[in-house]
């Protein structure tokens, strides 16, 4: 399919690894952000995610080869945004995944306000406690907007949500969630103060009974014993070790997904039945 002559003219060629915006590209795309605060998104229907979600398209970046496909997107685009057409082997250079779909942008990330994110009640919080791969935090912030979380918080040890992998897991939903980096002690103090019951997301033990009472990680509370239509914030810990030691003390109850055959699920199936469960028995309440 052929360019419009409107939309190939708006389209500004470059030719060279060094230029200034495909510098920023490749450090967005390395380092999940550049030191503007840009993104690196990649391929039509996130990039669309992002406008629908009326964040600021800094640049778009479109391979020679993908030059038809990029008409739609530049349709979207704001007429303050550039928009470079890049040689297959410059673009190549600057996009790090395996096989690039021919399109990116430099995208405005979203700023969130920790007191604001908290403030809805009965608040349901999300809380992303050393999450390691990509892909658990995007299905986790995904999870997280279709089951109706107000916010996602991501203490030490968490990839960064703006990863590239971690924005395509989220399908785009991290656009639009409040999802926030926050010191662990600043958090829990938070949480504290705003009466928001701590929930710790824990491994199942075998022959775990309905009289379990949450008091340690050692006698978990099942999931569904738990009252999660109060204020709470629900701690999903890194895929090997789970919750840090260190977090024990501030948190108020420690729940388990009872499972048979299994010994454990990952870290974003888990938080997605842990949300679900949440909505279930809050929709049962109204």
């Excluded at 629900?234 to 010994?263: C, H, K, M, W, Y």
Aim: with cysteine; net charge neutral.
């Amino acid at each position: 399919m052929p360019v419009s002559s409107q939309s190939g003219q708006r389209l500004r060629p470059v030719a060279s690894r060094q230029n200034a915006l495909v510098k920023k590209l490749r450090e967005a795309f390395a380092q999940g952000t550049s030191d503007e605060g840009f993104c690196a998104v990649e391929g039509i229907r996130l990039i669309e995610e992002a406008i629908r979600s009326r964040l600021k398209i800094h640049a778009l970046f479109v391979r020679e080869s993908a030059q038809a496909r990029a008409e739609r997107i530049l349709d979207q685009l704001s007429k303050h945004a550039e928009a470079l057409l890049l040689p297959n082997d410059v673009f190549d250079s600057a996009a790090i995944t395996e096989h690039p779909q021919g399109i990116a942008a430099l995208v405005q990330i979203p700023r969130f306000d920790l007191e604001a994110s908290l403030a809805p009640s009965p608040a349901l919080v999300i809380v992303a406690a050393g999450i390691q791969d990509p892909g658990n935090l995007g299905t986790l912030i995904r999870s997280a907007e279709a089951f109706g979380a107000g916010s996602v918080m991501s203490i030490e040890g968490t990839v960064s949500q703006w990863n590239t992998k971690v924005i395509r897991a989220s399908a785009g939903s991290v656009f639009r969630l409040p999802v926030m980096k926050v010191p662990s002690e600043d958090l829990t103090a938070e949480l504290k103060s705003r009466e928001i019951a701590a929930l710790a997301l824990v491994a199942p033990r075998l022959l775990q009974t309905s009289d379990a009472d949450g008091s340690s990680p050692q006698n978990p509370r099942r999931l569904q014993d738990s009252d999660l239509t109060r204020s709470c914030a629900l701690f999903v810990g890194n895929e090997g070790a789970g919750i840090a030691r260190e977090l024990f003390s501030a948190i108020d109850e420690f729940v388990a997904i009872p499972q048979t055959r299994v010994e454990s699920l990952n870290a974003g199936v888990a938080a997605s039945v842990a949300l679900y469960e949440a909505q279930r028995q809050r929709s049962a309440r109204t």
